[in-house]
């Protein structure tokens, strides 16, 4: 049995992925969670943390065992020659397509937009190596309809007022404009030098932080990919106390070009808006992993990162590079006294620790992630209000044999993220998570969240329940998205309001010779949409409520050289 699972993920694995360098871009479909329950069955290196992704083919398959693998192993290459040390291949073709008939919803699809209607995304490339030096290029086009819906629609200017104290805080339009949305992309591009576990160069491809599946605080593909240096790891790096990944980077973020909600509506107290800086944003961040010699399986690490206006940004070793200072502010007067250390430098700043447990034995996995979007004070701060400004991610999964013979297996899943504000902002303000009041432009890239794609302020459960035979996955998913929380309490004193999406659907993937398919048809739910209520004359419960209908279908297809 565990013979054919190892064949079959290295013909999957000798498609897509080659020699040191080469990654498996982030939102692969299928191939990604392919690789991540391979593990939980002990088929591929234990070592792999998953919170640093994208994941290179070194990481997943060592080159010192080349030599004991098949032919078929390796790719079909355009050009190879040993004695030069030069090869050039072509990367697989993605192609997706969403459709959404009333309501945006969805995160995670990377350079795509929250829209209605049909949408696309197709990217092909490919990747050349040379000695130490590689490049990739992958570039991504995106075609949205964007179909005009029904956005934000308060009633009266108090509270618009309350949307706006959100809205301009942050660079998330609710629309891409008033037309068709079409936009190329650089993609999961990159320029490296390579040398042993370690690569640096200049990228463009989305990076994944931290060990959530469907979210993560930090770094996910919610957002295009966005331009920036990076140090990293490309496969678990041995030392004598365990093993070691991690990122280091420096790059530019872009604003979207479009204003919180299209200007021009009377109804919507325009005057409320207020224009954001004319400014790019440079962001660093870190990310390390580390695996205990002692307890296998167990992976413990910390990500933080910086964003500040190009303008702002301060010179020296600690201007670029701000994670080299001090974890908290550390002063001896009260925290509302004075400025903290971000606000003077004018940054934003965010900070997780998190845990993965691999579970080979039990084809299980459990891992979580905290974080905070406003330092503590001093450590004693820390451990009194652990909940002021936190966020978490919390999931399991477990795989369950059902017929050994066929190898199929029975996947549940759970994951819940809170991004909601804790009680402790009744006392003490922080922003929400993404938002800020000195970078504008909040923690986004080209009007999207580079961070958990549910939004700030935002919650989500989400249950998964699939028929796994290698490839191919069959099942049955629930997500219940509470949809900006932080907002409605600000706006609302009705708790009967809150706006909370159901989705039930269908996914589905599948392979066929070189194309591996993937699927998914969702009914959503919108209760209480943007907050609204019809008539609230009779008893309490009995109101009548404005809720949405939306369904979403996506299909997305990879083809194999």
Known sequence: MKIKFVLATAFLLSSVLHITGQTLPLGTPVLEQKIRRDQLLGLIDSNISFTVRPLTYESIIHPDN????????????????????FSLQLMPIVWEHQYNSKLPYGWNDGGMIPSVGYQTMIGAGIYAKYKWFSLQLRPELVFAENKPFMGYNGDNTYAWAAWYEFANN??????????????????QSS???NYGPASIGISTENLWWGPGIYNS????????????????????ISTPIGTIEGQLIAGRLKES?????????????????????????????ITVSYQPKWLPGLFVGLSRSFVVYSEDLGGGLKGYLPLLGPGSNDVVRRPDELEGREDRMNRDVYASVFARWLMPKGNAEIYFEYGRTDPPWNQRDLVVELEHSRAYVLGFRKLVPLNLANEELLQVGFELTQLEKSRTTTIRTSPSWYTDSRVRHGYTHLGQVIGAGIGPG?????????????????GLQVERHVKFNDFFYRASEDYRRMWVDLAVGAIGEWGYKNMVFNGRLFYIK???YQYEQGDTSGEFWDFTPIDRNNFQFRLGVLYRF
């Open 257 to 285: 070009g479009f204003t919180p909600t299209l200007l021009g509506n009377p109804a919507h107290f325009d005057e409320h808006y207020v224009p954001k800086r004319d400014d790019w944003r440079y962001i660093s961040g």
């Open 217 to 236: 605080l930090l770094m996910t593909n919610n957002a295009p990919g966005f331009l920036h240096l990076t140090l990293n790891t490309t496969r678990p």
């Open 526 to 528: 919108s209760h209480n």
């Open 66 to 85: 080349q030599a004991k693998r098949p032919d078929y192993y390796l790719n079909k290459e355009i050009i190879s020659s040993v004695d030069s040390g």
């Open 191 to 193: 320029f490296r030098v």
């Open 170 to 187: 942050i660079d998330m339009p609710e629309r891409f404009g008033d037309k068709a949305y079409t936009k190329l992309l650089p993609g």
């Open 458 to 474: 935002s919650n989500v459960q989400l249950l998964n329940v699939s028929w796994v035979k290698g490839i191919k996955n069959i």
